[in-house]
């Protein structure tokens, strides 16, 4: 994937693809085009892509398997699925949508994302978006490439070339930080740096998304998680009876359709096995999360978390 063009650019191709093709009727062609214009005008996403309501349906399904013997999950999360504009390269995006999807409901984390709306990027006037608003992808860009010029992670402003707006490059686990880092949200890095067990599995990351989910907090968000070429967010842990657990992951990847099927009783568990994942399923050489861990409460740690920092899992000796 090259990083010419836009995801406005790179919608029309594929949208006008999907006509010729009979995926897309000319009608539906048309009417995408003019949610598309009002969303890049207004850096609100359209929606289009989005499925709601999924962590109740998920836990129902997963208490009803034989071998599941607890379920723990984040206190809510929405699908957000790649469409016609950022396939291929916005997985990152997606990511941080879902994340934002569940901060959104916590009063204070959405006290603080509000300001996305007012700094940096486009100047909207009057016209401020409600508070469940989901900003788009171009202006997740604009409010990234605002943060790199208030000092925020210049390494990786600089391997990024300073510039992410009416782009096609990926971003990852560190921009998710500079995002939520920017409007005064606590993060936590950490990097399983390497496998944990002699078949190559991360028994350590397991062990860690285990423990965050088991800490009694009165508000849980997802985990966003990242590896080599493709980031995939985090909703929960299933304990099993004989003792090993599957982490539940949701994926950009997977479409809208095929997410709404944990609404029926009989093709949800079809969607849960493609959202369960073992020990075995889980063999990238590193991966990276990011968790949310509260509001900075002092302009010392806001202008500390301009440097990004990781906990390495293992430790270093």
């Known amino acids: 994937m090259?990083?010419?063009?836009?995801?406005?650019?790179?919608?029309?191709?594929?949208?006008?693809?999907?006509?010729?093709s009979g995926e897309l009727s000319v009608a539906d062609y048309y009417e995408r085009?003019?949610?598309?214009?009002?969303?890049?005008?207004?850096?609100v996403d359209d929606g289009s892509s989005c499925t709601k309501d999924i962590v109740e349906s998920i836990a129902s399904?997963?208490?009803?398997?034989?071998?599941?013997?607890?379920?723990?999950?984040?206190?809510?999360?929405?699908?957000?699925?790649?469409?016609?504009?950022?396939?291929?390269?916005?997985?990152?995006?997606?990511?941080?949508?879902?994340?934002?999807?569940?901060?959104?409901?916590?009063?204070?984390?959405?006290?603080?994302?509000?300001?996305?709306?007012?700094?940096g990027g486009r100047n909207l006037g009057n016209e401020l978006p409600s508070r469940s608003t989901m900003p788009s992808i171009s202006r997740l860009q604009q409010h990234i490439e605002w943060a790199w010029s208030q000092g925020f992670d210049t390494q990786g402003a600089e391997q990024l070339g300073g510039q992410l707006v009416n782009t096609r490059k990926w971003i990852g686990a560190t921009e998710v930080v500079t995002i939520l880092s920017s409007l005064r949200i606590r993060c936590q890095l950490v990097d399983f740096h390497r496998p944990t067990h002699v078949n190559g599995s991360h028994p350590d990351l397991f062990k860690w998304v285990l423990d965050y989910f088991m800490a009694l907090d009165d508000f849980k968000p997802p985990l966003y998680l990242q590896h080599q070429g493709h980031s995939r967010t985090i909703i929960g842990v299933e304990q099993l009876r004989d003792g090993t657990e599957n982490l539940l992951i949701l994926d950009p990847s997977h479409s809208?359709?095929?997410?709404?099927?944990?609404?029926?009783?009989?093709?949800?568990?079809?969607?849960?096995?493609?959202?369960?994942?073992?020990?075995?399923?889980?063999?990238?050489?590193?991966?990276q999360i990011v968790a949310v861990a509260g509001i900075m409460d002092s302009e010392a740690e806001y202008l500390s978390s301009k440097v990004l920092r990781s906990v390495r899992v293992p430790p270093e000796r």
């Open 33 to 43: 085009q003019i949610e598309l214009k009002m969303a890049e005008s207004s850096g």
């Open 256 to 287: 809208p359709n095929q997410m709404a099927g944990l609404k029926s009783t009989s093709t949800a568990p079809n969607v849960l096995r493609l959202i369960r994942k073992s020990h075995y399923a889980m063999k990238a050489r590193q991966y």
């Open 61 to 119: 399904i997963s208490s009803l398997s034989g071998n599941v013997a607890r379920t723990l999950l984040c206190t809510t999360v929405d699908h957000y699925a790649s469409t016609y504009g950022d396939r291929g390269w916005g997985c990152g995006y997606r990511n941080t949508q879902m994340m934002l999807s569940s901060l959104v409901h916590h009063t204070g984390y959405n006290e603080q994302l509000y300001k996305l709306w007012m700094l």
């Open 2 to 20: 090259d990083n010419e063009g836009n995801f406005k650019e790179q919608s029309l191709t594929n949208m006008q693809r999907a006509v010729y």
